[in-house]
């Protein structure tokens, strides 16, 4: 037996990648730009069709159990991180508030 009868087992994919990642949420419902990007890459309707029977709905979580889960994100980012984000919308924030440089006066 040669090295590469060794290396084959019973002939399935799943011993040479791993276990495959669940399939996402929401495949049954694709919105109007998921079939767009479907159809351009001209992915096989049976493999949509599968995908979608494999595929949990996607269930609308309330306002707070958004609000903890983005509390908990946030806590987990370091305080660079955080300076980071809030740079870019402090220099936002007043800059919106100043008016346009067209309308302001020359002095």
């Not at 590469?4 to 109007?32: K, M, R, W």
């Not at 351009?40 to 309330?62: C, G, H, M």
Request: glycine letters at 4%; a negative charge; hydrophobic letters at 35%.
């Amino acid at each position: 037996m040669d090295e590469y009868e060794d290396d084959q087992s019973d002939g399935g994919q799943e011993d040479d990648y791993g276990i495959e990642p669940p399939v996402p949420a929401g495949l049954a419902q694709l919105t109007a730009p998921q079939r767009a990007v479907a159809d351009f890459l001209r992915v096989n309707q049976d493999l949509l069709k599968a995908a979608a029977e494999a595929s949990a709905p996607i269930v609308d979580k309330p306002a707070a159990d958004q609000d903890a889960a983005m509390e908990a994100w946030i806590s987990g980012l370091t305080e660079k991180q955080k300076d980071d984000a809030r740079c870019p919308i402090a220099h936002r924030s007043r800059r919106d508030q100043s008016p346009p440089r067209s309308i302001r006066t020359v002095r």
